[in-house]
C-alpha cells in the first residue's frame, strides 16, 4: 500500500476519471446541439414540403380549371360552328372554317399560357426552396441531387 507504484495507480485512475466525466459531459452536449440542427432542419425541410406541395396542388387545380375552360370554348365553338353550317350554305362554310381556326388558336394561345404560367411559378418555387434548403448549409453534391431530383419530376407534376 506504501509502494510508489500503487499511489501512482491510484492517482491515474482518478485522473482518468476526472477527464473522462469532463469529456463525456463535453461530448454529451456536442451530440445533444447537433441533434437538435438537424431536428429543425428536419422540420424546416418539412415545411417547405408542405408549403411547395400546397403551391403545386394550387397550381394543379388552376391548370384543370383552364384546361376546363379551354374545353368549354372549344365545345362552345364547336356547336356555334355546327349552328352556323346549318345556317349557311357554301359561302359561309369558308367564313366558318375560319372562325374555327381562330378559336382553335385562342385556345392553343390560352392553353400555352396556362402551361407558361405553372411552369413558371413552379420553377420559382422550385428555385425558392432550393435557395432555401441550400442556405440552410445542405453539402453542395446533395443539393445538386435534390435539384435535379426536382426538376426530373416537373414534367409529371404538369400533365
Same mark, same amino acid.
Given at each position: 500500500?506504501?509502494? $510508489?507504484?500503487? #499511489? ?11 477527464? #473522462?466525466?469532463?469529456?463525456? +459531459?463535453?461530448?454529451? %452536449?456536442? &451530440? ?15 415545411? &417547405? ?17 383552364? !384546361? ?15 349552328? &352556323?353550317?346549318? !345556317?349557311?350554305?357554301?359561302? &359561309? ?15 392553343? !394561345? ?11 411559378? %413552379?420553377?420559382?418555387? +422550385? ?11 445542405? $453539402? $453542395? ?7 435535379? !431530383?426536382?426538376?426530373?419530376?416537373? $414534367?409529371?407534376?404538369?400533365?
Amino acid at each position: 500500500m506504501n509502494s $510508489p507504484e500503487f #499511489w501512482v495507480f491510484v492517482a491515474f485512475v482518478i485522473f482518468v476519471a476526472l477527464v #473522462w466525466k469532463k469529456a463525456s +459531459a463535453a461530448i454529451g %452536449t456536442m &451530440l445533444d446541439g447537433r441533434a437538435e440542427r438537424i431536428r429543425s432542419e428536419l422540420d424546416e425541410a418539412e415545411r &417547405l414540403h408542405k408549403d411547395a406541395q400546397a403551391l403545386l396542388n394550387g397550381y394543379q387545380r388552376r391548370l384543370a380549371d383552364a !384546361q376546363k375552360d379551354a374545353e368549354a370554348f372549344l365545345a362552345h365553338a364547336r356547336e356555334e360552328a355546327a349552328r &352556323l353550317r346549318a !345556317q349557311a350554305g357554301s359561302d &359561309l362554310e369558308a367564313s366558318l372554317k375560319r372562325r374555327e381556326a381562330q378559336a382553335m388558336d385562342r385556345i392553343a !394561345q390560352a392553353e400555352a399560357a396556362a402551361l407558361a404560367d405553372v411552369r413558371n411559378l %413552379t420553377v420559382d418555387v +422550385a428555385i425558392g426552396a432550393s435557395k432555401r434548403v441550400l442556405s440552410g448549409g445542405l $453539402p $453542395p453534391m446533395q443539393a445538386d441531387k435534390l435539384i435535379e !431530383q426536382s426538376i426530373g419530376e416537373l $414534367p409529371k407534376h404538369l400533365h
